[in-house]
């Protein structure tokens, strides 16, 4: 049972981020009533996957992942999407202070319950890492008291071993066709793990059925906080 929140905000680098490890609970939420806010960094405009032959230019890459990314939030039920602005493979270069203030002045408008975010240090991008820690850096300047929870997303080689077991593990096979439909939206990106992704489901491979059902997050561990 996925616990009722007055406010969701999920903060997530590129377009399709959401929809692999989130986007059941992000569903699961909007089906309840639950406002999501989305904050989406950048458009993803550096996206490895052009087509071949190409689909589109690089230049054009834009604005086929903005509507791709439109499409997935409408999917999930999510009626706050936010386009951050800033670019993609750049983040890491970002003043930490303006990316803080950014989370910062997200966290004081809409005074989320919950945050869902990356889990510094086994995310894997830099774009990812970035994130996470303006994330951490925000929600640490507030009294202990104040601080709304932070679910992270971590899948790094090894998390496991220096994380431990998932604090929270969501059943969400109740909105698995969501999960599907949101990854389907961002098809430019896509396309090629859809159709491995299908073919799998057709036997019912059982690793791709417990990760199209649940949805594994870890609750940040401040006593252990090493964010800079």
């Known amino acids: 049972m996925i616990e009722r929140e007055r406010q969701v905000l ?91 203030n950014m989370v910062t002045e997200l966290m004081e408008e809409l005074d989320p319950s919950l945050i869902i975010t990356f889990y510094p240090g086994y995310s894997v991008h830099p774009d990812h890492e970035a994130t996470a820690r303006a994330v951490i850096r925000a929600v640490r300047r507030l009294p202990k008291a104040s601080r709304p929870k932070l679910h992270c997303v971590a899948f790094s080689n090894g998390c496991e071993e220096d994380l431990g077991a998932p604090d929270i593990v969501h059943d969400i096979s109740a909105v698995k066709d969501q999960k599907i439909e949101a990854m389907r939206a961002h098809i430019s990106q896509t396309a090629w793990m859809l159709k491995d992704l299908e073919e799998k489901m057709k036997v019912n491979d059982p690793e791709v059925d417990r990760w199209l059902k649940y949805e594994r997050f870890w609750s940040y561990q401040w006593e252990n906080d090493q964010v800079e």
């Open 10 to 100: 999920v903060i997530f680098p590129h377009p399709d981020d959401e929809a692999f490890g989130v986007s059941g609970t992000i569903s699961t939420h909007t089906n309840s009533g639950t406002p999501v806010t989305y904050a989406c960094l950048t458009l993803g405009e550096m996206g490895r996957n052009l087509g071949n032959p190409p689909f589109t230019t690089r230049e054009g890459l834009p604005l086929i992942r903005k509507k791709e990314l439109e499409k997935a939030a409408s999917v999930m039920g999510i009626q706050d999407l936010r386009m951050m602005g800033y670019r993609d493979k750049t983040l890491e270069f970002e003043s930490d202070e303006k990316l803080a």
